[in-house]
């Protein structure tokens, strides 16, 4: 008998992966949708996943999609890279695993993205606190999106060492 898998892994997104994890959005994250780009989460989700260059599905040790994240692919004007993550109910399952995953592929992202952005739903405080976690800097809340609700510009960016 092989080993159980017991850690989190990413995997190339597919379709399959973006319904699951629309179908499961955390209500936070449906809102936090609706709030920037009045967008339904499957919408949100498509419009990402074609406008950028690198996305990952995050899958739990059953292999059930988490998150997806991924950056824009556009060049950036001031030298902050878009990124994005939008996740289910399912990341409260996996919180430690999840939280390790996070720290690792973070540096594989800014391996290549070394100016990375995000920008966050103001009221989503769980949200903020692990981006705080993370070692993010989080700007005051201001008007961003459609709409104009207030949402919090995170960066995070390569330390040299």
Same mark, same amino acid.
Not at 66 to 89: I, N, R, S
Not at 109 to 120: E, G, N, S, T
């Given at each position: +008998?092989?080993?159980?898998?017991? /850690?989190?892994?990413?995997?190339?997104?597919?379709?399959? /992966? $973006?319904?699951?994890?629309?179908?499961?959005?955390?209500?936070?994250?449906? !809102?936090?949708? +609706?709030?920037?780009?009045?967008?339904?989460?499957?919408?949100? #989700?498509?419009?990402?996943?074609?406008?950028?260059?690198?996305?990952?599905?995050?899958?739990? =040790?059953?292999?059930?999609? !988490?998150?997806?994240?991924?950056?824009?692919?556009?060049? =950036?004007?001031?030298? %902050?890279?878009?990124?994005? +993550?939008?996740?289910?109910?399912?990341?409260?399952?996996?919180? !430690?695993?999840?939280?390790?995953?996070?720290?690792?592929?973070?540096? &594989?992202? #800014?391996?290549?993205? =070394?100016?990375?952005?995000?920008?966050?739903?103001?009221?989503?405080?769980?949200? #903020?606190?692990?981006?705080? %976690? #993370?070692?993010?800097?989080? $700007?005051?809340?201001? =008007?961003?999106?459609?709409?104009?609700? !207030?949402?919090?510009?995170?960066?995070?960016?390569?330390?040299? &060492?």
């Amino acid at each position: +008998m092989g080993r159980k898998w017991k /850690h989190i892994i990413s995997a190339t997104t597919t379709g399959a /992966h $973006l319904r699951y994890i629309a179908d499961h959005f955390r209500p936070e994250e449906a !809102l936090e949708c +609706m709030a920037s780009w009045d967008e339904s989460p499957i919408s949100a #989700l498509a419009r990402s996943w074609v406008e950028s260059r690198t996305v990952y599905t995050f899958l739990a =040790p059953d292999r059930t999609p !988490l998150c997806v994240a991924g950056v824009v692919d556009k060049p =950036p004007e001031d030298g %902050w890279h878009d990124f994005w +993550m939008l996740g289910t109910t399912d990341i409260l399952k996996h919180k !430690l695993e999840f939280l390790r995953a996070c720290q690792r592929y973070k540096v &594989q992202f #800014l391996c290549c993205y =070394p100016r990375l952005r995000a920008y966050i739903d103001a009221r989503y405080d769980l949200s #903020l606190k692990w981006a705080r %976690w #993370l070692g993010c800097e989080i $700007l005051a809340p201001a =008007p961003y999106g459609r709409n104009g609700a !207030l949402f919090c510009e995170v960066r995070l960016q390569w330390a040299a &060492q």
